[in-house]
């Protein structure tokens, strides 16, 4: 596999921070192309020999806005228990439902645009349906759970300019923890 050459913005810069516009189909071919890189750069970053031939830090999710182009689309690659991936490219997503029961990541959230250690409780809804759009402008809905429901609810964060670290007390940063299930 070759790495394909996109640059991931930093927490500091300004556009993170920003909230996204809405894609209109026809969708451009280099934007299409971009999320399939998009896709295989997570892959490669999840694969021991890539991260440590090109020194990546694994991650499973990118918004359109992490590599510059603030428009509400997201990438999710997720890998399975016998080391395939499933791939999901998400646009215009509106969340329909989730579930009352909240969750948080034991370990703490990651993202490829922080690029420091932040410990801290990231509460999540435990299942979300969404409805979104495919890259050639196909309307489905999709229902996650667990980990997959926390990377689109962190995904969906960056179409409105929300990192994962603004959900975090600084002061407080376990607070609440008896009231959510840990995965
Ligand atoms: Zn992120």
New binding site residues.
């Given amino acids: 596999m070759k790495l394909p050459d996109i640059k991931i913005l930093d927490e500091k810069n300004k556009l993170l921070h920003k909230k996204s516009s809405e894609i209109t189909f026809p969708m451009d071919e280099s934007e299409k192309k971009l999320l399939y890189d998009m896709l295989t750069y997570l892959e490669m970053s999840q694969i021991d020999e890539y991260t440590k031939k090109y020194n990546l830090r694994p ?1 499973m ?3 359109f806005v ?1 590599v510059g182009v603030p428009k509400r689309a997201f990438v999710i690659c997720s890998e399975n228990d016998d080391k395939t991936f499933d791939k999901y490219i998400i646009i215009n997503p509106q969340i329909v439902s989730m579930s009352e029961e909240m969750i948080y990541v034991g370990e703490g ?6 690029n420091r250690e932040v410990d801290g409780i990231v509460p999540r809804h435990a299942r979300i349906t969404v409805n979104a759009f495919d890259e050639n402008g196909k309307e489905f809905t999709i229902r996650v759970r667990e980990d997959l429901a926390v990377a689109f609810q ?2 969906i ?2 179409l409105n300019g929300i ?2 670290t603004d959900h975090i007390d600084p002061k407080c940063p376990f607070k609440d923890a008896d009231k959510m299930r840990e995965i």
């Fill in positions: 991650g999710g990118l918004a992490q959230e990651g993202c490829l645009s922080v962190h995904e964060d960056h990192l994962f």
